[in-house]
């Protein structure tokens, strides 16, 4: 059998990877400037995080939802205070989407809704019941049909006011800061409009920080450099540190009652183990503030660079923009100097390296991007 062919894949076989750096079979060093989608937060191979997880295999207990997994519990409580939401409930699931998908559905219960409000170049998954959405053409774009979406350009709070003037859309959804669609960070004031308007209008605002949460942005969701407090907060990626599980975070508003929502493999074991694991190390190592530090330092550097139209960002999730598409400048980064970057459309290089990332690692990744911009864009 083959494998489906839907992604372009580099020829190169990753055989094992400590903090961020990455290795081929050959033993050559790759600097991982990527972290397969903001997926490594905690760094690969981490020994606290193989220790948990072997010990967990060991002890043979795997997977069951119908019986009391106090692993649960205790990520529930972890992850309450590590993001300052101990008052609200988790609901746990094994992606983003699926996360997304069970958000929009206790929205629409909540207020018995259908009209779901999301912006421009945004992207919540690829479920047909997560609302997925993007103007860029290389992504097909399933909308679900549950739900009637709105789509409106990010920042615009007028369009947001004028969508929702007739109290009758269920959600808005956005991005702590939009990944997919070219790392763009909300303005705090927009934020803080939508907030107000969503309150006023009985609609629910889903804040999505699948990619942007975990302490990426240099606190622990995107949001909150908005001061805001949304009602339902979706998070997947970074939490498991590659193991995947997936949570929606749920305001005291929303009363939950057995049969609202169900799961398969949402909160097992192994995967509360994972994402107890990285939020342990994230406080241990003080991540996030890495994330703040070392991030602002690659940003500050990254606009001194004069063949970038615009560099985007928080943190470690950043965006690069050229005026040219940028496939060339990642491939002499990846088979010339061993580094991996990620990408948003065709013009922006993409940063979501793993939290853990040091000044000489950024400092190697700037000298060897100013390298590479000066052979392949001629200033
Ligand atoms: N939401 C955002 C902001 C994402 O970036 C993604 C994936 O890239 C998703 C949702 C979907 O997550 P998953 O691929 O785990 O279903």
Excluded: W
Aim: charged share 20%; proline share 3%.
């Amino acid at each position: 059998m083959n494998l489906f062919d839907v992604y372009p894949l580099f020829d190169i076989e990753i055989a094992k990877g400590q903090g961020c750096k990455t290795y081929d079979s050959q033993d050559v060093e790759y600097l991982d400037m990527y972290g397969g989608h903001a997926v490594i937060s905690i760094g690969h191979s981490h020994p606290y995080y193989v220790q948990k997880m072997t010990h967990q295999l060991e002890s043979l207990v795997f997977y069951s939802n119908s019986v009391q997994n106090k692993l649960q519990v205790e990520l529930a409580e972890k992850l309450g205070k590590a993001s300052g939401y101990e008052d609200y409930d988790l609901f746990l699931v094994s992606s983003g989407a699926e996360a997304n998908e069970n958000a929009l559905k206790l929205a629409s219960f909540h207020n018995g809704r259908k009209k779901v409000i999301s912006f421009n170049k945004s992207f919540h998954g690829r479920t047909s019941a997560a609302v997925k959405v993007t103007d860029n053409p290389s992504i097909v774009a399933p909308i679900n049909d549950g739900f009637d979406v709105d789509f409106i350009a990010l920042n615009d709070i007028d369009a947001v006011r004028k969508s929702l003037k007739n109290n009758d859309v269920c959600a808005v959804i956005i991005e702590g800061i939009q990944g997919v669609g070219g790392i763009r960070v909300p303005d705090v004031e927009f934020l803080k409009m939508v907030r107000v308007e969503c309150t006023a209008r009985g609609t629910i605002l889903i804040l999505d920080e699948v990619q942007s949460g975990y302490g990426r942005s240099g606190k622990f969701f995107a949001h909150q450099h908005a001061g805001i407090r949304p009602d339902l907060i979706t998070v997947a990626k970074g939490m498991g540190n590659g193991f995947p599980i997936g949570g929606v975070l749920i305001s005291p508003v929303f009363k939950a009652s057995h049969g609202l929502l169900g799961t398969t493999f949402g909160g097992s074991h192994l995967a509360c183990t994972a994402a107890i694991a990285v939020l342990d190390i994230i406080k241990e190592e003080h991540l996030m503030e890495n994330a703040e530090c070392i991030g602002k330092y690659l940003i500050d550097e990254l606009k001194k660079i004069p063949q970038i139209k615009e560099v985007r960002g928080m943190g470690l999730m950043i965006g690069i923009e050229f005026d040219q598409p940028s496939k060339e400048i990642r491939n002499r980064l990846l088979f010339d100097k061993k580094i991996f970057t990620g990408a948003s459309g065709t013009n922006i290089v993409r940063l979501l390296p793993p939290l853990c990332l040091t000044k000489s690692d950024a400092n190697l990744f700037l000298d060897s991007f100013k390298s590479v911009l000066e052979s392949v864009l001629a200033i």
